[in-house]
């Protein structure tokens, strides 16, 4: 079983960069796949980012490449996502998620997630 503990996020302005963090609990750790999604109000949860196992393959949807970079620490069982240059659109409540598999850039796939964490973005 995999518990998921967020932190990070908050008011920021527009062009400022955060980091939000994700500890998990579950045993092993590294065999996870974890992801980020995002859900702003009135709209369906959406991808972000994943990261494998071992950090070796990262991908991120297109609107996010270039300003947000996943990594992931297995030794502190911690994610983390830093996000650069920000926008209002990148307003929304960011879940981190674990699937113990290959990672997906779909919700369905994850079973354990976060609590979310709020990010928004004032321009």
């Known amino acids: 079983q995999m518990h998921l503990v967020q932190s990070g996020g908050g008011l920021v302005q527009a062009g400022d960069s955060l980091t939000l963090s994700c500890v998990g609990s579950g045993h092993p750790y590294s065999r996870y796949s974890m992801a980020w999604f995002r859900q702003a109000p009135g709209k369906e949860r959406l991808f972000v980012a994943a990261i494998s196992w071992n950090g070796g393959v990262t991908y991120a949807t297109d609107s996010v490449k270039g300003r947000f970079i996943i990594s992931r620490d297995n030794e502190k069982k911690t994610v983390y996502l830093h996000a650069n240059n920000l926008a209002s659109e990148d307003t929304a409540v960011y879940y981190c998620?674990?699937?113990?598999?290959?990672?997906?850039?779909?919700?369905?796939?994850?079973?354990?997630w976060g609590q979310g964490t709020q990010v928004t973005v004032s321009s």
């Open positions: 998620a674990a699937h113990l598999g290959t990672s997906s850039r779909y919700a369905s796939t994850y079973r354990h």
